[in-house]
Every structure is written in structure tokens, then in C-alpha cells.
């Protein structure tokens, strides 16, 4: 979904939207409620200024980033989340160019954050 183009009253729509998604899909399939609520806004906003298929989107433990697969086309199979053979609960690569990382422990954003800076710095020095 690029909300890149959208005003302040289509962003906020876009939060309700997405709250009222994870709230039904969470509440039948289990999860992580209450980060993943709280981060909305933020991960919106992200998704707003950044272009998450060349921005690494860190995310510690992922318990936050269902807002984040919503945004990234995978809308119609959230309620296949934590499901057998269905959307994981974290980010996960395999499942979308969005997730960089597969991140289901905690404090292991800094590291990854530093993985990617300098695997960043590398290929802008190899010209890519």
C-alpha cells in the first residue's frame, strides 16, 4: 500500500483501518496485541517518508511489525497469522522483500542495525 501521497485524515483512517484489522485477526488467531497497537502511528508514519523495500525497517522482537505487514501487501492473508503454513508472527525475508531481518528475540535490533549500516557503506563503495 503507498500511503506516500496521502494527507494527515487518510493516514488516520489508515490506523483505524489497520487497529480494527489486527484486532480481528488477533483475537481469533492469538498474538502480540498490545506493541504491535501501540507502534501504529509510528510504523505509518514510516511507511509514509520511507520506501520500506530499500529502507531497512528494524524491528526488536517484530512483536511491533503487524502494522508493517499490513502496509507491505499482505492485507488479504492476515488472518492466516501464526497459522500453520500461514504469515509468521515476526518479520521474516522469504515471506515479503519488505522484512530484512527475521527478528523473534529480543535486543537484536542494535546489531542488526549495525549489520545493515555497514553492509550499506559497502555496496555504496562497490558502486551499487
Not at 508514519?45 to 520506501?51: G, L, P, R, T
Not at 524491528?59 to 492473508?77: C, E, I, N, P
Not at 497469522?81 to 522484512?99: A, I, M, N, V, W
Not at 546489531?111 to 551499487?128: F, H, N
Request: proline share 2%.
Amino acid at each position: 500500500m503507498d500511503i506516500s501521497n496521502y494527507d494527515i485524515k487518510a493516514l488516520e483512517q489508515v490506523c483505524q483501518d489497520i487497529r480494527e484489522r489486527i484486532l480481528e485477526v488477533v483475537s481469533k488467531n492469538g498474538g502480540h496485541l498490545s506493541s504491535t497497537l501501540g507502534a501504529t502511528e509510528l510504523i505509518v508514519a514510516m511507511h509514509k517518508v520511507f520506501d520500506s523495500s530499500k529502507d531497512p525497517f528494524i524491528f526488536d522482537v517484530s512483536h511491533q511489525a503487524y502494522a508493517h505487514k499490513l502496509l507491505t501487501g499482505r492485507w488479504d492473508d492476515f488472518d492466516t497469522l501464526r497459522q500453520f503454513e500461514g504469515l509468521c508472527g515476526y518479520t521474516k525475508p522469504t515471506e515479503s522483500e519488505h522484512d530484512f531481518f527475521v527478528a523473534g528475540h529480543s535486543s537484536t535490533s542494535i546489531s542488526l542495525g549495525v549489520g545493515a549500516a555497514k553492509s550499506i557503506a559497502l555496496k555504496k563503495q562497490e558502486g551499487e
